[in-house]
């Protein structure tokens, strides 16, 4: 199925197809990688909408990406809770490792690196998104292991 | 009477009080639901059933049930373990609610971090629409896509119609105009997993446990400095000490306990010396703080104060959405101010205009959202205040590199994601 | 007013007895105190509430300042502004501290300052001082959003009026507000310009300096300008205007709401194609052909002489053209004087609009109330008559069907709305309309032909006519104008610009603009609209030499519009005054009209495979707009409209290069999907359809 019928199926689900808008911008950038201009070009024709208006919606939401990023994602929650727990630590150790600062992406397009705001797994810090699957209490011993699993991947 | 766990308990036989639900009349069903006194656990308290009652079931236009699952407050982490582990507890609920309001379109909102629970909630749909329990009943699960102000019932309304989540004007209340302007009931996920046991007890049998003024079962997450952090699901009214000492095991490593935020991070703290409180609205909202999501985050003597309220700021920066003037300038502004206070350039009168900063904040937001970042910095000042002012004496931090939360960094100091211009504060 | 319909409530402790409904801004205002706003302006939709300046203490209420302008007004309610309630004064001071948190202190190179909502409210509201020592948030600054209009992201206060205006108001979605919080800003899809037919009005929402004309940018400070009201003249709806003129020279448009009318919105021609009265090119002397195609400049004197002699030689045998761009006045000397004077009764007008519609007459506000719209036009309603285009969206906003063709069954209370002057009446009687509206292609068709007519009897001579005159460059620019000029001996032309002459005309007289002239004309509702001269133009009003010529032919004409008007206003206007049509004109009573009516031929659509083709004169086409650099951009670019199930049909897709042909010619042009476009109809702008056929093929 091309984007645009996939995108108006999702929309069917919905009694006002502009509530489409969100999942139909995660699939355009589970399809490029990030969102670039074209991306909202395509969500906007797919939709009766501006790309304007695409681009607005998406540069509200942190998890919509509005510049290229690496092939993974890891990401580090540093709020209260974590910080407490000692996530600056584990922040560090995925800097030493990967040789980036939190926000940047590694020379070879691998890996992005940034930290995040509350993930919600409070109790079990720190907590470690790689790709939007968690890794609990994670340690900063355990920062090797996970980015050898993700370049491996 | 008693009652143990009813969110985290194991599974009886499943969907058994849809069909008792449904023998009810809406009118009836949301008079049992008023007299169970249900309060909302999503954060404001307010009572379950009452919320019902006031769905304007007369108008033309559809009716529609929103679970509110984006739990994003910092320190909050049990409505994802009760999507997680029960999440036919939650849809049972739904059909119970949706039929109380005569609604035939429920949504679940669930913030986009939550991939994993929100395989299993979809999964969980799915083999229960199987089963052919929905009925006429629609379900659909609504992923956000990161932003904690889509928590808010209005901004989560916006953000379920395709917008940018922000915040409506309330009147109207979404009972009257919400989802697509129709009537609509928003309520969080344990509050709509705990109606299943309404129906099973009864709401007279209900409404004589926990407290009398909040009568049930809440999970507290608790997290920070304890020995155990985790979800607990008590009777309301459980003391503070007992949740911190005797369930997650007390505070490790021999240090002290120093502040207990009692709601998740957008409330008030709490010293040492008021632990004893009862976990329940009233009795927290008479120590000037708030029940909140139920999630306490537990601050040991390690952390610096103002450390503690600049990360803080700076997450209630980042999540301002932007529409009102006080949140979207006032979040940032405090931030410049905590940070030349942590970086000692500040003077005594540079934390009297971050308490009127504050005050110049509170109350006068769109939502609540503005006064969240400001109750919990308010009240560090107020009980750590001689900590604040140690920072002006000292010339720096007086934990000199020592504090738990030193050289934290959040999102707002390193960001890529809004690359267009993501202020530096 | 019946209680039932009213409420009453206190505002720092006055009494008023309101319209149920209304909000608490209004109320207060009725009360004759103000509420301070800056997001809320009513006409952008519902009130959002953002900006916290209209914070007041309201009873019954929580026990903190609420948002005034997101409140109705109810009996018993007690109101409390920052007159009467400290909590309110210090809610709004707060508020204003943290606008100026961020606000650049440019003001006084800033173009709004002086009438500057945001500097008035400080001065009324705000803090005296800064408690704010950091670094502002800093922007590019200015950066162009289009060649019109120029935003600095630093002045900017987030009021999201100029956003809610693209989403809610012109629908066209282009302008909005990107990232969250305090890294929120105004923008346009990436360097794509905001290229939409009412973006101007956003300059006139900001309540700062944010967004800014180009044209205006630096002209003038507001204690140099005069607001001079008039109407504009550039199309049949009558937009009322203020134009801001400074040493005689215009320098801006502003809306001057007529709220049956234009709501207070403009079409970006009518707000920025005023430049073209300073174009190079306009015509300032009379002028005498010297070659096919060069004139020479001639004086009033001889210029006259020679008309003179000229019309004595011509007599009755003259035919002429008037454009429907002159005032009633204008028409009506020029009538007086040929058709009195030389019993010259020959003449091309512009299309009349039948009688029969005067029993539909109704306010275009009407559109916004209507159950339903059927919209009976091929050419896009946007382009003829912009507003209209607003009213249409604002009733669809209301919950109003908008119907492109015909209904089967019977809609109470439903509004007709048509580019054709015979369907519309025949259309508005069969379906029993509550309102029709005819969209005529010029500014005062109607007003001239009333003129013409009223002005004397008389019947055409036959033969070839010895003498056209032809009225305006609207008139020049017409093919069938020319292909007449073409069998007449002489030509003379009247004004302004002399490309539109050439090769035309043996004699040009040099004609004022609409921003330069005192008359009235009548928009497309029929209302009576007053034009003033904002500033004086190059040339003497053409009333003043008709006046002069007439007097040689022992004609009567006066050379003063007020005294020609209440002559016209006699004959055939009900003997309205000049002051009536002056500041908010009202719309004369419908008339009934027994005419017989001939049933329209039926709408042709294409046979076979291809589409009818619309070739529409686009609404940034024209003299004017030709002449104004800051429009081109506006101007089409080979694009052809296409409906949604027809581009399907064709596997075309919005942006797609189309090749366009009928019989023999082709055409390459670019795609646009339109939604309200009948299928089976396509269109195309009238340059690029030169040489295509009423049935084109239209594919990838
Ligand atoms: C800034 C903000 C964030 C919020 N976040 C959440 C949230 O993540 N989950 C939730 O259930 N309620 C949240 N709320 C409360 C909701 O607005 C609303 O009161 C609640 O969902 C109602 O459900 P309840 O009555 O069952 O508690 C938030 C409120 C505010 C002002
Ligand atoms: S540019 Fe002007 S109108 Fe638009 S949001 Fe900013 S202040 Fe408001
Ligand atoms: S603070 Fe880390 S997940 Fe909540």
């Not at chain 2, 309060?39 to 019902?52: L, N």
Request: aromatic fraction near 6%; charged fraction near 25%.
């Amino acid at each position: 199925m091309n984007f645009a019928d996939e995108v108006r199926e999702i929309a069917k689900q919905y009694p006002d197809a502009r509530s489409a808008t969100l999942p139909a911008l995660r699939l355009a950038q589970e399809r490029h990688g990030w969102l670039p201009p074209d991306a909202f070009r395509e969500v906007a024709d797919a939709l009766g909408l501006t790309p304007a208006y695409c681009k607005a919606v998406a540069s509200f939401y942190d998890m919509y990406h509005l510049e290229p990023v690496g092939e993974h994602l890891v990401e580090v929650c540093t709020n209260l809770s974590c910080a407490l727990s000692g996530a600056q630590k584990v922040v560090d150790a995925f800097e030493s490792e990967l040789g980036v600062r939190a926000g940047e992406t590694t020379d070879d397009g691998d890996i992005t690196f940034r930290t995040v705001e509350c993930l919600g797994g409070c109790g079990y810090p720190t907590v470690v998104a790689v790709d939007n699957r968690y890794r609990q209490f994670v340690k900063p011993e355990d920062v090797p292991s996970i980015v050898e699993m993700v370049r491996g991947a | 009477m008693a009652l143990k766990e009813v969110l985290l308990a194991p599974e009886g036989e499943r969907y058994a009080q849809v069909a008792k639900a449904r023998a009810m009349t809406p009118d009836a069903l949301i008079a049992e639901l008023q007299a169970a006194n249900l309060r909302g656990r999503g954060g404001a308290g307010f009572p379950m059933g009452r919320k019902a009652s006031l769905i304007d079931r007369g108008s033309a236009k559809p009716k529609y049930l929103v679970v509110n699952a984006d739990e994003s407050e910092p320190g909050a982490f049990k409505d994802r373990q009760v999507m997680a582990e029960h999440p036919h507890r939650l849809i049972e609920g739904c059909l119970i609610a949706a039929h109380a309001i005569e609604a035939k379109d429920i949504f679940i909102y669930i913030r986009g971090e939550y991939l994993a629970v929100y395989e299993i909630l979809q999964a969980a749909v799915d083999d229960a629409r199987a089963t052919g329990i929905f009925g006429d009943v629609e379900v659909t699960v609504y992923r956000g896509a990161g932003a904690y102000i889509c928590g808010e019932e209005t901004a989560l309304l916006d953000s379920l119609e395709g917008r940018r989540g922000q915040p409506r004007p309330r009147p109207p209340f979404p009972p009257v105009q919400g989802l697509y302007n129709a009537p609509t009931q928003i309520n969080n996920v344990c509050t709509i997993a705990t109606v299943p046991t309404i129906l099973e007890l009864g709401a007279e049998e209900f409404a004589k446990t926990g407290v009398e003024s909040s009568p049930g079962t809440a999970i507290f997450s608790i997290s920070g400095n304890v020995v155990s952090p985790g979800n607990y699901e008590l009777e309301l009214g459980t003391p503070m000490r007992e949740l911190i000492y005797d369930h997650a095991g007390g505070i490790p490593d021999g240090r002290t306990l120093k502040a207990v935020i009692p709601g998740g991070s957008s409330v008030p703290a709490l010293t040492p010396d008021q632990i004893d409180v009862p976990l329940d609205y009233d009795s927290l909202a008479q120590l000037g703080t708030f029940f909140g999501a139920a999630s306490l985050i537990v601050v040991d003597d390690r952390c610096c104060m103002v450390q503690l309220a600049l990360r803080s700021t700076k997450f209630y920066m980042h999540e301002s959405c932007g529409k009102c003037t006080p949140c979207r300038e006032g979040t940032r502004w405090m931030v410049q101010l905590l940070e030349k206070i942590e970086a000692g350039d500040a003077e005594h009168s540079d934390i009297d205009l971050l308490r009127s900063v504050g005050d110049r904040i509170l109350g006068k937001s769109l939502c609540a959202l503005g006064d969240f970042a400001v109750y919990p910095v308010a009240s560090y000042i107020k009980h750590w205040g001689d900590e604040f002012a140690a920072h002006v004496e000292h010339g720096g931090c007086p934990f000199e590199g020592s504090s738990s939360l030193e050289g934290i960094v959040a999102p707002s100091d390193a960001h890529t994601h809004h690359p267009v211009a993501e202020v530096p504060a | 007013m019946s209680a039932a319909e009213t409420v009453t409530l206190t505002v720092d402790g006055v009494e008023v007895t309101v319209p149920k409904g209304i909000g608490l801004v209004e109320a207060a205002l009725q009360a004759g105190i103000e509420i301070p706003v800056f997001c809320y302006e009513p006409r952008l939709g519902p009130p959002v509430g953002a900006c916290r300046m209209c914070l007041c203490e309201v009873a019954p209420g929580p026990p903190k300042p609420q948002a005034a302008c997101t409140l109705t007004a109810a009996d018993g309610m007690v109101v409390k502004t920052a007159k009467t309630s400290a909590m309110a004064a210090e809610a709004q001071n707060a508020t204003l501290e943290f606008i100026l948190v961020n606000h650049p202190l440019d003001c006084p190179v800033c173009d709004k300052g002086g009438e500057c909502p945001l500097q008035d409210l400080t001065f009324r509201y705000g803090p005296g001082n800064t408690r704010m020592e950091f670094q502002k948030r800093t922007f590019e600054k200015p950066i162009p959003i289009s060649p019109t209009i120029a935003l600095d992201r630093e002045r900017c206060i987030l009021c999201y009026r100029c956003t809610r205006f693209s989403e809610s108001v012109a629908e066209d979605g282009q302008l909005v507000a990107v990232n969250r919080g305090a890294s929120s800003m105004i923008a346009t899809f990436e360097d794509e310009p905001y290229r939409a037919p009412f973006s101007g009005n956003v300059v006139e929402l900001c309540p700062v300096g944010a967004l800014t004309s180009t044209q205006y940018r630096f002209e003038a400070r507001p204690w140099e300008i005069q607001q001079v009201p008039t109407v504009c003249g550039l199309c049949p709806v009558g937009c009322n205007i203020s134009a801001t003129t400074r040493e005689g020279k215009v320098k801006r448009i502003l809306s001057r709401n007529h709220p049956e009318v234009d709501e207070g919105w403009l079409c970006d021609k009518g707000r920025f194609a005023y430049s073209h009265l300073r174009a190079d090119d306009r015509i300032e002397d009379p002028l005498r052909k010297v070659s096919a195609h060069r004139f020479e400049p001639l004086s009033w004197g001889d210029a006259l002489d020679e008309v003179e002699l000229l019309l004595r030689w011509a007599g009755s045998s003259i035919v002429t053209a008037l454009s429907g761009g002159e005032t009633v006045e204008q028409a009506y000397g020029l009538a007086k004087l040929l058709r009195e004077g030389l019993g010259a009764h020959a003449a091309v007008m512009p299309e009349p609009v039948p009688d029969a519609l005067d029993a539909f007459r109704a306010p275009l506000s009407a559109i916004r109330d209507a159950p339903a719209v059927v919209v009976l036009c091929d050419e896009p309603v946007v382009e003829r008559a912009p507003v209209v285009d607003l009213w249409i969206r604002a009733a669809r906003r209301n919950g109003a069907r908008v119907l492109t063709e015909i209904p089967e069954e019977r809609i109470d209370g439903v509004v007709l709305i048509s580019d054709d002057a015979d369907r519309c009446a025949w259309f508005a009687r069969d379906l029993g309309a509550a309102a029709a509206y005819y969209l005529p292609r010029t500014p005062n068709g109607r007003g001239v032909v009333d003129a013409w007519s009223a002005a004397s009897e008389g019947e055409p001579v036959d033969g070839e006519p010895k003498l056209m005159i032809v009225s305006r460059d609207l008139a020049a620019a017409d093919p069938s104008v020319r292909a007449l000029a073409e069998r007449a001996e002489k030509v003379i032309g009247i004004g302004m610009f002399e490309a539109s002459f050439r090769g035309l005309a043996d004699l040009v007289l040099p004609a004022t603009s609409y921003l330069e002239r005192d008359g009235t004309t009548v928009n497309l509702e029929g209302r009576l609209q007053r034009q003033r001269r904002t500033v004086v133009g190059p040339c003497p009003d053409e009333l003043a030499w008709i006046a002069k010529l007439a007097e040689r032919f022992g004609v009567a004409v006066s050379p003063y519009a007020s005294t020609t008007f209440e002559e016209v206003a006699g004959r055939c206007y009900g003997g309205i005054s000049f002051a009536d049509v002056s500041d908010q004109a009202s719309l004369p009573a419908r008339a009934e009209s027994a005419a017989e009516l001939a049933p329209p031929p039926s709408t042709r659509v294409a046979e076979g495979p291809g589409l009818r083709l619309v070739a529409y004169t686009p609404l940034f086409s024209g003299a004017a707009v030709e002449r104004t650099p800051e429009l081109a951009f506006l101007r089409p670019d080979g694009e052809i409209e296409l409906a949604a199930d027809d581009a399907r049909a064709r596997g075309i897709a919005n942006g797609d290069a189309v090749t366009v042909r009928s019989n023999g010619t082709s055409r390459a042009l670019r795609a646009r999907i339109v939604r309200d476009l009948a299928p089976g109809v396509t269109r195309i702008p009238r340059d690029d359809a030169e040489g295509l056929h009423e049935t084109v093929e239209v594919s990838k």
